[in-house]
């Protein structure tokens, strides 16, 4: 597959909760580039089947792909967080993909080939004017095999759960450690194990482990690894 501009990407994958999006954000925020979360988009997804076609906490999801056509997934720019809010059928939906029930369910939805499908060619007409970030599982794999740069992000469990668990505490405080570490190893092993696409490390991505970095340190080793390998 060949690039079709000479814009610049950048692929940044890995673990949940390694504060990927977050990252991809700030750096495209330094360079004035576009950043696209691809994982909100399987989000999306998940809630339109939550919305439209489960029954108890079951998604029906022979329903769900043969309705995908219906799906309109946009991200519009909002200027009091500096990043993308994701847009289901015309509704701001950023703050109920981040819902707990999305996050149980999401890796189960992004298994499925015919999602997949659907998703990856939006990401590809999104991303391939370049001068974009954009981060998921297989965006350095797949999405964009040809990406400038590639960063894979990995943190220990038990580290990422804490970090996880404090931002669940925010919106409910029924949430407990064990079950959101229990939610991230789940997802982990759905998205390792998955026959397509699966979480992988892209042979040429350049992997930080962060689990004794903070925030700080980490997007400092970004921005170096950038500057080393990009220019500027
Ligand atoms: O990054 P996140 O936790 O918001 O992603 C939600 C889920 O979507 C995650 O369990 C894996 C899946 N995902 C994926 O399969 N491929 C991507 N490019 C992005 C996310």
Redesign the pocket.
Known sequence: MKKNSTSPIIAIDGY??TG??SYAKMVAKELGWKHI???????AVTLYGIQNFSEGNIIDTQALVSHLKDIHIDFKFNPETQDNDTFLNGKNVESSIRDFSV?EQ??LI?KIPEV?DFLVKQQREIGEKGNIVM?????GTV?FPYADLKLFITAGVDERAKRRFLDFREQDKSITLEEVKENLKQ?DY??QNREI?P?VQAQDAILIDNSHLNKEETYREILRIIKERLGG
Do not use: P, Q
Not at 37 to 43: F, I, K, L, P, S
């Open positions: 949940s909760s990927k999006s979360d691809t994982g909100a988009m399987y989000r996050s999401v890796s992004a997949r981060d998921g599982r297989d965006i999405v997802r759905i998205d696409s979480l």
